[in-house]
Nanobody
C-alpha cells in the first residue's frame, strides 16, 4: 500500500483546506484510514480515523466539528476537509492506513504517507 498526500499550504485563520491522500495497492475501503498531524516540537497525534465497513469514526476533540474525513471510491482517494482553521492546526499532516484489525484510534498504523505541511496564519 502506498499513500501520497497533497493539498497542504498556507491558509489564513478561519479558512478551509482539503487534503487528499491517493491510495494505491489496495482499495481504501478494505483498510482503516487515519489522518495524523505533527506540530513543531510536539508528538504526532491522531486527528481523525475511520472504519469504512464498520462505520465507526474517531475525531479528536481539538478538531471536532471542524474536520471531517471522506473518500472517493472511483479515485481511491481519501480526503481530510478542514474548516475554521486555527494557528494551532499548523502541522505536517500524514495519511495512514492499517489492516482492519483492532481499534482505529491507535498510533499503530502500518502504512504512512510522506506528509504535507499546513500552515495557518493568524
Amino acid at each position: 500500500v502506498q499513500l501520497v498526500e497533497s493539498g497542504g499550504g498556507l491558509v489564513q485563520a478561519g479558512g478551509s483546506r482539503r487534503l487528499s491522500c491517493a491510495v494505491s495497492g489496495r482499495s481504501f475501503i478494505s483498510l482503516y484510514m487515519g489522518w495524523f498531524r505533527q506540530a513543531p516540537g510536539k508528538e504526532r497525534e491522531l486527528v481523525v480515523a475511520i472504519s469504512w465497513s464498520g462505520g465507526s469514526t474517531y475525531i479528536a476533540d481539538s478538531v471536532k466539528g471542524r474536520f471531517a474525513i471522506s473518500g472517493d471510491n472511483a479515485k481511491n482517494t481519501v480526503y481530510l476537509q478542514m474548516n475554521s482553521l486555527e494557528p494551532e492546526d499548523t502541522a505536517v499532516y500524514y495519511c495512514a492506513a492499517k489492516s482492519r484489525i483492532g481499534a482505529i484510534a491507535t498510533m499503530s498504523y502500518d502504512y504512512w504517507g510522506q506528509g504535507t505541511l499546513v500552515t495557518v496564519s493568524s
